[in-house]
């Protein structure tokens, strides 16, 4: 069996039946689901969600308050498992940073690569999947490759 993280960006359209990439990514958990694999969720990747799902739309948000945002969170959690943090997760994610000179945004992204190491989760569905590059020994698969596959 094999484990998918969902990266931030398959969470949010995936919980947005309004997003135009909401069928591309819902078809794409679907899939992986009906062959036995795993789709699993991060504590980083929830509250990114949340910071997205919740920032106004005129600043790039969905706009959502927190009431709806906590609703969506919790559905999302009776759907998918949530690997639980570790306390490696900070010294395994400062020696990706340091090592590999991350810095800004990127740093997001390790710690999620971080997480993924320690609980040995080697797949993440993601649309962005230039954000992972050279991060980690990982597989990196865009929704539509999933979909195509099928």
């Avoid at 309004?18 to 679907?30: K, P, R």
């Avoid at 000179?101 to 971080?114: E, F, L, P, V």
């Avoid at 020994?137 to 539509?144: E, G, K, R, Y």
Wanted: charged share 15%; hydrophobic share 45%.
């Amino acid at each position: 069996m094999t484990t998918y993280l969902l990266d931030t960006n398959i969470v949010l359209r995936f919980s947005n039946p309004s997003d135009g990439q909401h069928e591309l990514v819902t078809n794409a958990v679907a899939a992986i689901l009906a062959t036995g694999d795993e789709c699993l969720l991060v504590p980083q990747v929830l509250i990114e969600m949340w910071v997205a799902a919740t920032r106004p739309t005129d600043v790039n948000g969905l706009g959502w308050s927190t009431t709806y945002t906590r609703n969506v969170i919790e559905q999302l959690l009776q759907r998918f498992p949530l690997a639980e943090e570790a306390p490696q997760l900070f010294p395994t994610w400062l020696e990706i940073v340091a090592t590999q000179k991350i810095s800004g945004k990127r740093a997001h992204d390790a710690r999620i690569i971080a997480m993924m190491k320690i609980a040995s989760i080697h797949h993440i569905l993601t649309l962005n999947p230039g954000d992972f590059a050279n991060l980690a020994d990982i597989t990196v698969v865009h929704p539509q490759h999933i979909v195509d596959t099928e």
